[in-house]
């Protein structure tokens, strides 16, 4: 079972579409972070979330931390082919212990 | 390219043999985490060092080992291979606080036949 569920597992959707992606848990975390990560790579950092209702912005994604520190969404604007890839959270518990969810595995068709 | 070097890129052995893969972090950081990926288990945490000493332990199995040498990079050292082996395994660094993110690697794709 994992710590951190991400939804939905997979989503492929047309160039130009909106898109959210989901990271629960029933943890609470004293940040959260999101990655990227494309075939034959490594992840790749996003963003970094620390405080309870922290919203972050980069380019056409948005990164919202829930204020119980227990989830997380990342909105993607008007969608792009190289937008495609593993979206990966991950959640840094108090113990200092850092959980990843499975991910979710985006396809952008042009 | 992320800073963080991992040797080699593909290796390709023999159930029972024993393998090293390595990993240089990014100059500064201090930290060093190793994280199998497979299909159908995600990326799951093996064990971290932080400066020379090991900081953390994840699920990494009695047949497996890991250091990091002064000069801080690290080597992660595989025993007795079994085909369920078979992932990628990549080397993560960071300075020294979680909350600055991970650098990843490009990771090793190892292949257990």
């Known amino acids: 079972t994992q710590l951190l569920e991400q939804s939905p597992q997979f989503l492929s959707i047309q160039e130009g579409e909106n898109l959210t992606v989901y990271c629960n848990s029933s943890?609470?975390?004293?940040?959260l972070q999101w990655y990227r990560q494309e075939p034959g790579e490594g992840p790749v950092l996003l963003v970094t979330?620390?405080?309870?209702?922290e919203v972050k912005k980069l380019k056409r994604l948005t990164f919202q931390f829930g204020d119980a520190r227990k989830d997380s969404s990342l909105h993607i604007t008007a969608a792009q082919p190289g937008d495609t890839g593993l979206y990966l959270c991950?959640?840094?518990?108090?113990?200092?212990?850092?959980?990843f969810g499975a991910g979710t595995r985006l396809t952008v068709k042009p | 390219d992320s800073g963080v070097t991992q040797t080699p890129k593909h290796l390709i052995t023999a159930t029972g043999q024993r393998v090293t893969l390595r990993c240089s972090p990014r100059?500064?950081?201090?930290?060093v985490y190793w994280y199998q990926q497979s299909l159908d288990q995600g990326l799951q945490f093996l064990i971290q060092?932080?400066?020379?000493?090991?900081?953390a332990k994840g699920n990494i199995l009695e047949r497996f080992s890991a250091q990091q040498f002064p000069d801080l990079h690290s080597e992660l050292n595989l025993s007795s291979l079994e085909l369920g082996d078979s992932a990628l395994y990549f080397c993560?660094?960071?300075?020294?606080?979680?909350?600055?993110?991970?650098?990843f690697g490009s990771g090793t794709r190892l292949t257990v036949v």
């Open positions: 991950a959640g840094l518990e108090d113990n200092n212990d850092m959980r």
């Open positions: 060092y932080y400066n020379g000493e090991e900081r």
């Open positions: 100059s500064g950081d201090l930290s």
């Open positions: 943890s609470v975390f004293s940040s």
């Open positions: 993560a660094s960071s300075v020294a606080g979680h909350n600055y993110g991970y650098t």
């Open positions: 979330v620390v405080t309870g209702g």
